[in-house]
């Protein structure tokens, strides 16, 4: 059984991403305090809500500093969500907010011109994700599948050697991302049934 800290930034019921998590077999200790995520050996970061609302509540707990020196001695990092989003550096919802940083890019809003294509805003149900590489994420998905998204923007990586995935809203958009110890996923595993699940269990067994 894996041990896996869940990050508590304060913005949002990360019940159902505890509960998938331990419906794979992890071991969880859901926390908001930044000496336990020091020393945590693999570390889940969910977010929901807005991005500055989200950054402001992991600064508030000093828990900004405790992710980056995880992260910088190596230790494995799931951001889900606006948890993904919150590894670049700036977000640009409700203002101009810096994020952790962590990966090149902006998170900017899905255009206006896609109401024109019939489609709505939040990008909101189940969409395709298309692997762009291997990764640590898709073993039993190879071929893709459908997952489960709720957002109204999205992560523009400053390199695309960074996106393992892609899904299509009018344009294709970077939706899962690999670096080194670091993985992200912008659709909700813990709604996404089977490739959810399974999408948790490799992060699981992944030895960054």
Excluded at 12 to 39: F, I, Y
Excluded at 46 to 66: K, N, Q, W
Excluded at 102 to 122: D, M, T
Excluded at 172 to 201: D, I, T
Aim: with cysteine; charged share 20%.
């Amino acid at each position: 059984m894996a041990d896996v800290v869940l990050i508590d930034a304060g913005t949002g019921n990360l019940r159902s991403v505890h509960k998938a998590l331990e419906a794979v077999g992890a071991r969880v200790t859901r926390t908001d305090d930044p000496g336990l995520v020091r020393r945590g050996g693999r570390l889940v970061l969910p977010g929901v809500g807005a991005f500055g609302d989200f950054m402001a509540g992991l600064r508030r707990r000093g828990l900004e500093s405790a992710v980056l020196e995880a992260v910088g001695r190596g230790v494995p990092l799931l951001g889900i969500c606006v948890g993904m989003q919150a590894l670049f550096e700036i977000g640009e919802e409700m203002g101009t907010h810096r994020g952790l940083g962590l990966l090149p890019g902006k998170v900017v809003a899905f255009p206006e011109s896609l109401r024109a294509q019939g489609l709505k805003i939040p990008h909101t149900g189940w969409n395709f994700v298309a692997w762009e590489r291997p990764n640590p994420l898709q073993k039993g998905l190879e071929d893709g599948g459908y997952a489960y998204f709720n957002h109204s923007f999205y992560c523009a990586p400053a390199s695309a050697d960074t996106v393992i995935g892609y899904t299509n809203y009018g344009f294709p958009f970077a939706c899962a991302v690999w670096h080194n110890n670091l993985l992200g996923v912008q659709f909700h595993p813990e709604k996404s049934q089977r490739v959810g699940l399974r999408v948790l269990e490799n992060f699981l067994q992944w030895q960054a």
